[in-house]
């Protein structure tokens, strides 16, 4: 007979949790498998052995290993223990069993692979693995539950046999070593109808693509260099899985997106917009490109006109406060280390944090460009200056602004709120702008 795990020599052994299991090629038959040898399969994972510490399939490896000691009760209250954690995944194929395996394969921590012959290879036993569990479904595991609790009871004729050899009594000996599972129990329901039409992840649309070969495909290891092919191109999906986030604790957490201005609406800046892109161009193009740091006044658009820049770039931006540095910093270690680009947005600096400087100075990447805003000056490898726009640019941003919100205002009536703005004293900054325009409309 042949195993279920491809590649597999007659006889193994597989450890987890410091307990080892052995398995025979007899007892692992493809056809049947039994709670055993699913159990053995689930814990011979290599390439995708991260999946192992996700809840839902913890549970179910703790599920089969009640099931395989006889602990009946054990294995149903894991089993749905399972099902709990499962049925946070996104559906994306019909079967939340099959969403789980799919969606942890491809976004799990620590499953950015080289695209070597060796990390491949490992690939596509895991993933026929991957594609028996999948097979069964949530419902095909609740059988081989039921088949192991009903086999758990003991043989009344040799239980009599013992008692009489012994001398105990029946009644001593009837309780078995397990109970078994109540027949009138029923599992959960575990195909559904609906399906995502989207992932809100940077990889979102490559990932449903594959999810889709894996729905057509009769044999998964076939598409190991494809599952590869998404770790090269999107790297660690789990730790900076979208296109925005905020450094938060130490934490990678997703931003809103859409709260910037577009860079279009940045009037009155063109020198300092010509300047950052031309920078940003290089910083994609793979030039060396020095960490930046952008000053001026409050309230010109310093961190807006950064995020309207990052929005228009294929890179991803993670933004932080100068006082998080220290603890973006082992971040920013790991993402120099991915296959995508980067921009860091260091906001508001006050002070220059030791931190902050010696990155910016001594650590440069070729796919990490920090930087940072700040109302002074500080010591950086490059800076720039934004400076107020004149009388008539702000007019003009002012204008903008309203077609965006869909307003048509008069000119005449839009430039004498701006000079009025000027005369009492206030300032020509972007956030004046938003001020203006929220009298006239």
Known sequence: MKSNFVGLSPGFAACYNGRIFYILEASMPRSKPDALSLLTDLYSLSALRPLLSLPGIKALGECLEAAVSRDALRAIDRYHAMFAAMCAAPRLSGEVLRDYWLYGAMTSAKLFLPQDDIAVGALERDLAVVQLFCSLGGKGVWDILQKQAASAAP?????????????????????????????????????????????????????????DAFERESDWPRLAHSLAGLYAAHGDIALFSHKRMACVSGALIPMTSGLSASWEEFVGLDAAKEELARRADGFIAGERTENLFIHGEPGLGKTSLVLAMADALPARLIAARAGEFAALRPLLLEAARQPMRFIVLVDDVQALPEALLSYAAFEQSENVWLVATGRAPVDFPARLMLEPPPLKAFIQRVMELARGKGAELDYDQVQDACIDWKVDGGELTASAALKVLGKLI
């Open 155 to 211: 043989d009344p004729v040799a239980r009599m046999s013992s008692v009489a050899w012994s001398g105990a009594s029946a009644e001593r000996s009837a309780r078995p070593g397990a109970p078994s599972a109540p027949a009138e129990l029923t599992p959960p329901i575990w195909q559904y109808a609906s399906r995502a039409a989207s992932l809100e992840l940077c990889a979102g649309d490559d990932m449903l693509t594959l999810i």
